[in-house]
T-cell receptor, first 110, second 113 residues
């Protein structure tokens, strides 16, 4: 079955710096890759997603890149703000079943 | 618009007691429904998913079970809780068809003592 590895597990940046979180997946048939943000005690919220027929997608300060050959995808957050502090999860999906990475705790220091 | 509800929001149960968590979705028909568990605030583990009434797929063998008695209702149950069942239980839905985005409910925080 699918396996998703996510790194780093914790990330601390200064406000205004960029943050990058990386994930690798094992099933080459996976075709949908969402990223979720989860604040403490809250539900995960979708922040951006990408499908296997696209190499990059951007939404304001957030971008995701996908390398199908290497089977890895990354989340890029530019100009980080304290409210970006949260746990971020990547996931890979084929046929509607999401397999999640273990999460990255991002801390943005003012 | 679609909304997803879970209850209860929090639950404290003794070891060996039964469990019933409920999830309902409004504003959509024939959704795919999912139960996840999250331990210690990290790592969402898929427990069960359902593509229709009475259709349940189990991902992890354990003392939990799921049922879907109605189109937009998904129930997670246990006959006897274990300490290791403590965690944050999240229900999610997605539309059938080509859409893949899953939307999560507010969750139930379960503590087994």
């Amino acid at each position: 079955g699918e396996n998703v590895e996510q790194h780093p597990s914790t990330l601390s940046v200064q406000e205004g710096d960029s943050a990058v979180i990386k994930c690798t997946y094992s099933d080459s048939a996976s075709n949908y890759f969402p990223w979720y943000k989860q604040e403490l005690g809250k539900r995960p919220q979708l922040i951006i997603d990408i499908r296997s027929n696209v190499g990059e997608k951007k939404d304001q300060r957030i971008a995701v890149t996908l390398n199908k050959t290497a089977k890895h995808f990354s989340l890029h957050i530019t100009e980080t703000q304290p409210e970006d502090s949260a746990v971020y999860f990547c996931a890979a999906s084929r046929g509607g079943k999401l397999i999640f990475g273990q999460g990255t705790e991002l801390s943005v220091k003012p | 618009s679609q909304t997803i509800h879970q209850w209860p929001a929090t639950l404290v149960q003794p070891v060996g007691s039964p469990l019933s968590l409920e999830c309902t979705v409004e504003g959509t028909s024939n959704p795919n429904l999912y139960w996840y568990r999250q331990a210690a605030g990290r790592g969402l583990q898929l427990l069960f998913y359902s593509v229709g009434i009475g259709q349940i797929s189990s991902e992890v063998p354990q003392n939990l079970s799921a049922s879907r008695p109605q189109d937009r209702q998904f129930i997670l149950s246990s006959k006897k809780l274990l300490l290791s069942d403590s965690g944050f239980y999240l229900c999610a839905w997605k539309t059938t068809g080509p859409g893949d985005t899953q939307y999560f409910g507010p969750g139930t925080r379960l503590t087994v003592l």
